[in-house]
């Protein structure tokens, strides 16, 4: 079935460093893929998404390409801020509207 | 901004009691879901709720488990008889439509502990 693996946290950061977080999924056929944040005392809202390969979804200064050689969908940000401190979930959805999420990734920056 | 409220946000009981989680979808969605994540582990799907019955239903949704939309507003999540392995934070969500291009719309989770 569909999975989807991200890396463990949390990841601990400087403010202004450069983040990445590493996604990698399982499906068939073609996917769309997803990130979604969770910050503290909230529901998970969507970060960004991609439909298909080589699409690229982006917001708030954050990145995610979508890499079908590689089954990957890796969330970057040049410069995080204290503000960035969240959980973060690589998402993937098939035929299904139901999606299938990773297990989370939290994020701590420092002033 | 609408959002998805949930309540309570940690919910403490004994086995073998049954609980009731509440959620208040955002008031034009047609589409609601309930998803649970265990401690360290990834956010399951339990299931969707349509036209006041069940869409779709994971494997995790067995017999112990209910959901119901009693009035025009609230969502609840029913279990049974809890067991030391429902211990987990539950989230509701709620969509406009069902494709997933439709984005879904999360609560800020219930913490559930069955001790």
């Known amino acids: 079935g569909d999975s989807v693996t991200q890396m463990e946290g949390p990841v601990t950061l400087s403010e202004e460093a450069f983040l990445t977080i590493n996604c990698t999924y399982t499906a068939t056929g073609y996917p769309s893929l997803f990130w979604y944040v969770q910050y503290p005392g909230e529901g998970l809202q969507l970060l960004l998404k991609a439909t298909k390969a080589d699409d690229k979804g982006s917001n708030k200064g954050f990145e995610a390409t979508y890499r079908k050689e590689t089954t990957s969908f890796h969330l970057e940000k040049g410069s995080v801020q204290v503000s960035d401190s969240a959980v973060y979930f690589c998402?993937?959805?098939?035929?299904?509207?139901?999606?299938?999420f990773g297990r989370g990734t939290s994020l701590i920056v420092h002033p | 901004e609408p959002e998805v409220t949930q309540t309570p946000s940690h919910q403490v009981t004994q086995m073998g009691q049954e609980v009731i989680l509440r959620c208040v979808p955002i008031?034009?969605?047609?589409?609601f879901y309930w998803y649970r994540q265990i401690l360290g582990q990834k956010v399951e799907f339990l299931v969707s709720?349509?036209?006041?019955?069940?869409?779709?239903k994971s494997e995790i949704f067995d017999d112990q488990f209910s959901v119901e939309r009693p009035d025009g507003s609230n969502f609840t999540l029913k279990i049974r008889s809890t067991k030391l392995e429902d211990s987990a934070m539950y989230f509701c969500?709620?969509?406009?439509?069902?494709?997933?291009?439709?984005?879904?719309?999360f609560g800020p989770g219930t913490r559930l502990t069955v001790l």
């Open positions: 969500a709620s969509s406009l439509l069902a494709e997933w291009e439709n984005e879904q719309f």
């Open positions: 998402a993937l959805a098939g035929g299904s509207y139901i999606p299938t």
């Open positions: 709720f349509y036209n006041n019955e069940i869409s779709e």
């Open positions: 008031s034009n969605h047609l589409y």
